[in-house]
């Protein structure tokens, strides 16, 4: 008798089982001939006019002239004992080269920050102090890590988050900067062949069509660089869309792949990197053991940040 029962639970549980997997089924049949129907219907939609119906504005210049456009490949600058000399004869200031590809430089007496700093405040500061001045543009003050980060320019385009392009000042508590590191792209040569770019809109579609952008946004600014996701020497043209003003993601120009960059990410990764690089100087060089100490500081103010989030 208790067989029985115990054979008939087991085909009513079979039962509701198969009902629960049939209704599955169907729903997701049901599903994807919606989605389908929604595809289709926006086969003949224009990104313009679905961002209409989202309410997404676009406040940036989107009148670039642009069609073509190559990957290029660049090498690693190396700095010699004449550069680093101008450096050393600049009153106030002591540098150092390690690796013939990266310069560390000391302020003798701290440089003051200037009350109500700007973008260009900071570019004017800074410039009478360094090599090639002009081959880098200002990308962000990280008030965390109290670092201004300055990236190269090729072709009068950023080169985005790369160790080997990078203009780091490091600013105390006082708002004096007491030290600078530098590396530096040489160089550069077409890769490939000649690509058609993708529009701007496509760029900024994309990022719609992968729910990076959503209702009721807006799109600040759109520009062009070049972004290496591995490191290597070879770039891609890449468009930086920024969303609502602090919303960043790249976009490959060719390829249209999407990307986005933890900038406090990138940041402890080069201040790491070039503390293993200031290690390697000798111990008798003066400005070893300060630039240790205050790279070290970075470094802490970095990981409280990344526990906190």
Known sequence: MQWGHIKTLFILSFLVLNIYL????????QNSAEMGVLESSNENVSYEELFEQENITISAELSQDLSETNYINVSEKKFTDEEVGQLNNIDGLDATLIDDNFILAQFERPLS????LTKDNISDLVAPYLLYPEQYTYWVWDEESNIF???QQKDNKPIYFNQNALLLFYV???DEITHYTQTMLGDAEQQGNTEEIISPIKAIGSLYDRGSLTQDENVSDVSLGYLSRI???VFAPTWKVTINEDEIYFVNAIEGLVYSEE???????????NLD???LLPEENDMKAPAVVV??????SEENRSELE
């Open 22 to 29: 049939l209704v599955q089924f169907v729903e997701r049949q």
């Open 149 to 151: 980060m300055f990236f």
């Open 231 to 233: 490191e290597s020497q």
């Open 263 to 273: 900038e406090s990410v990138f940041i402890q990764k080069a201040i790491i990197n």
């Open 172 to 174: 105390n508590d006082n």
């Open 295 to 300: 790279l070290n500081q970075k470094l802490d």
């Open 277 to 279: 690089i200031i290690r």
């Open 113 to 116: 920050l200037p009350a109500n």
